[in-house]
């Protein structure tokens, strides 16, 4: 069964930036990454840690499901067979 990989808040930007995210406000070390759409935009905070626990990775997962290929997203938070 596949496991959340660690990762750090860096590496999260870094991947979202490849779909259109763009780095917004930072509040202490929780970033904004932000999505212009045409009728919408779209925020999601990410902590800037060396390694983000494992729930909130979940839930950051969650929040980029609409906006970025399950597909995708699996290869790079989940390890093994996806």
């Known amino acids: 069964m596949p496991k ?3 990762l750090s808040g860096k590496e999260v930007v870094d991947f979202c930036m490849q779909y259109g995210f ?5 509040k202490g070390s929780h970033m904004n990454l932000i999505r212009n759409s045409s009728q919408e935009t779209h925020i ?3 902590p800037n840690h060396k390694e983000i626990d ?6 950051i997962f969650k929040h980029l499901k609409p906006y970025i290929p399950e597909e ?4 790079f938070f989940y390890t093994g067979d996806n």
């Not at 494992?54 to 839930?59: M, S």
């Not at 995708?72 to 290869?75: G, I, Q, S």
């Open 4 to 6: 959340l990989k660690p």
């Open 44 to 46: 999601v905070t990410v």
């Open 72 to 75: 995708e997203l699996r290869k």
């Open 22 to 26: 763009t780095t917004g406000k930072q």
């Open 54 to 59: 494992r729930g909130t990775l979940y839930n």
